[in-house]
């Protein structure tokens, strides 16, 4: 919780929550012949928690330009995807509201 100074009142001070404070970041990478494969990531940094990537390229034969993404932040809400590859990249996401 925040500090309370001599002569304030304890409805005076802010809590300061666990997302707020910048924490420390954990990141796993993959990778097989210098292409990056997939990531994940643990942060107490941002709103989001914990996110996933797994890039175009890992999954063989007719899914290799296909790539997918999954985040969950802090309030439980939570984000998914799937990236595309081919000759741009392009990707498109959904938000699914915390119940």
């Not at 910048?22 to 210098?34: A, C, K, Q, V």
């Not at 990531?41 to 790539?67: C, I, R, W």
Request: proline share 9%; aromatic share 8%.
């Amino acid at each position: 919780m925040g500090e309370q100074t001599e002569g304030s009142s304890p409805s005076a001070v802010a809590p300061v929550r666990p997302w707020q404070r910048p924490g420390p970041e954990r990141t796993l990478h993959l990778s097989r012949n210098n292409s990056l494969l997939g990531s994940l990531v643990l942060t107490n940094a941002t709103s989001t928690a914990v996110q996933v990537n797994l890039y175009p390229g890992v999954a063989p034969g007719p899914l290799e330009d296909l790539g997918v993404w999954f985040s969950i932040g802090r309030g439980r809400e939570s984000s998914f995807g799937l990236s595309f590859g081919m000759p741009w990249g392009v990707a498109l996401g959904y938000d699914v509201a915390a119940r």
